[in-house]
């Protein structure tokens, strides 16, 4: 018990078993592995209330799309009014105002002194699809580059651009072709230098073939890698030198999670094409395309698309979020989040050796725990067991990393410092326990 978590009963409690007793006979099994056992009866900002009463301090923020946090006050109030209003048309078949002032709005944000255009879809996964899709119409070139750690979807094309193998890609095969998979130079894991990248580039593949690179400035899934200095440069340098496209997938780390809109400004690049979804409409299911206006200009009449995308309820969440990121300063506040979390996390890694890295940016930030700091070999199964512990006491936090040894902050922008400092020490404790098992 704190200020804030409540438990009144055990977790799960009774309400949320007999929901999961009723779920695993009709829902499809990959679906039955969330990670909290506790079924949620409402949200509020950081924090969540489950259907027996108990409330816990929320730091996945739905998986990194709540950076306003649960239920704000003014993304309901937009969604009830159109709700009221209209639901669907399809905005190729009757147009409507909110794409419309979502697109003049993104464009705005995207960094780039040139001409911008959006086209909105309802995923991730399907705004890289897409992005992929222009960078080949008009490069007319089929090779697409992508990274070590990437995580870009689920679906057939984006499956071959994330990495991992298990449980995303193994037995789904085959895979999309063209895919060329290259080192994302990270000063934790080291592989290769920057100036060594593009030499290797040439060893894989003919650069004179690829449309687009396709990088997430921070990996997410990956565990929060922040690039080594002067790697996203060389990105941005080596594609215009061969004609190459350079896509951000802004998908996780976009939406003032980093301290700017998108996090590729941290590093003053303006790329060709910008996939943001998450956060974008807090919970609704809206991705965005926001690419140079001379790329998009050459695609024919209803080339991409689809029946649902850019949804007028998701596009008048997605305005609010934008006024709100806005008008209270969310961007700040990711700083000043980031900074109290690294304040605690870097004292932390004095005194428990599990903590190999302390890492990120703003409020993206990461810990990995490893059972050696020299080898850095991963501490997968104590991972597992941090996050669980820490949902037994009323903390939901988010695992992450290709060998599942990191946890990742993922919590709204809207938490408070209490809150915040609540669920930090219920993971401390966590963390000093499974330190405290790793040296027995
Ligand atoms: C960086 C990144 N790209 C793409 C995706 C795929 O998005 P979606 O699950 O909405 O398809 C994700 C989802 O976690 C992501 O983190």
């Known amino acids: ?63 990194g799309c709540m950076a306003v946090g649960h239920s704000h006050p003014r993304v309901i ?48 996964a399907e705004a890289i699809e897409n992005a992929v899709k222009i960078a080949r119409h008009v490069t007319g070139r089929s090779g697409v580059v992508v990274f070590d750690r990437a995580f870009h979807g689920r679906t057939l094309l984006t499956m071959t651009m994330t990495h991992k193998a298990k449980p995303y890609k193994a037995g789904f095969g085959p895979f999309a072709p063209d895919v060329y998979r290259m080192p994302f130079v990270t ?32 990996q997410g899934e ?13 990105l941005r340098e080596v594609s215009h030198k061969y004609g190459i496209l350079l896509v951000v997938d802004e ?61 007028p309820v998701a596009c008048r969440a997605a305005i609010e979020v934008l006024n709100i990121v806005e008008e209270e300063h969310l961007m700040d506040r990711a700083l000043a989040i980031g900074g109290l979390i690294r304040s605690r996390w870097d004292a932390w890694k004095e005194t428990y050796p599990i903590i190999g890295d302390v890492r990120g940016m703003g409020a993206m930030q990461a810990l990995e725990f490893v059972k050696d700091r020299t080898t850095r070999e991963p501490a997968t199964v104590l991972n597992g067991q941090i996050i669980k512990d820490c949902l037994q006491h009323g903390v939901l936090v988010a695992g992450s990393g290709i060998y599942g040894n990191c946890i ?17 020490d219920v993971l401390e404790s966590a963390v000093a326990k499974a330190d405290a098992e790793l040296r027995v």
């Not at 230098?193 to 690179?213: M, Q």
């Not at 990956?222 to 060389?234: A, E």
């Not at 976009?254 to 094409?273: H, L």
């Open 251 to 311: 998908i996780q780390a976009g939406v003032g999670r980093t301290g700017k809109f998108f996090s590729i400004e941290n590093w003053n690049i303006a790329p060709d094409i910008i996939c943001s979804a998450k956060s974008l409409a807090a919970g609704m299911p809206l991705s965005a395309v926001i690419a140079r206006k001379d790329l998009t200009d050459r695609l024919p009449g209803s080339s991409i698309g689809g029946t649902y995308v850019g949804n």
């Open 77 to 124: 109030a937009a969604i009830k009014d159109q709700v009221d209003h209209y639901v669907h048309t399809d905005f190729t078949s009757v147009p409507y105002e909110p794409y419309v002032t979502l697109a003049e709005k993104l464009v705005r944000l995207a960094p780039g002194d040139f001409e911008k255009t959006v086209a909105l879809f309802n995923s991730g």
């Open 1 to 63: 018990m704190g200020k804030f978590i409540s438990l009144t009963t055990a977790v799960p409690g009774p309400k949320s078993q007999a929901i999961a007793k009723r779920q695993s006979g009709v829902v499809a099994s990959p679906m039955n592995d969330a990670l909290s056992p506790a079924y949620i009866a409402e949200g509020h900002g950081a924090l969540v209330t489950d259907v027996d009463g108990n409330t816990f301090i929320d730091l996945t923020g739905g998986w």
């Open 408 to 424: 990742r902050m993922l919590v709204s922008l809207e938490v408070t410092d209490d809150q915040l400092n609540e669920a930090l």
């Open 222 to 234: 990956g565990g929060f890698r922040v690039p080594s200095d002067g790697f996203l440069q060389m």
């Open 187 to 218: 000063p934790y894991h080291p592989s290769i230098r920057v100036d060594e990248w593009e030499r290797l580039l040439g060893t894989y593949v003919d650069p004179s073939t690829i449309a687009c690179f396709v990088v997430e400035p921070i």
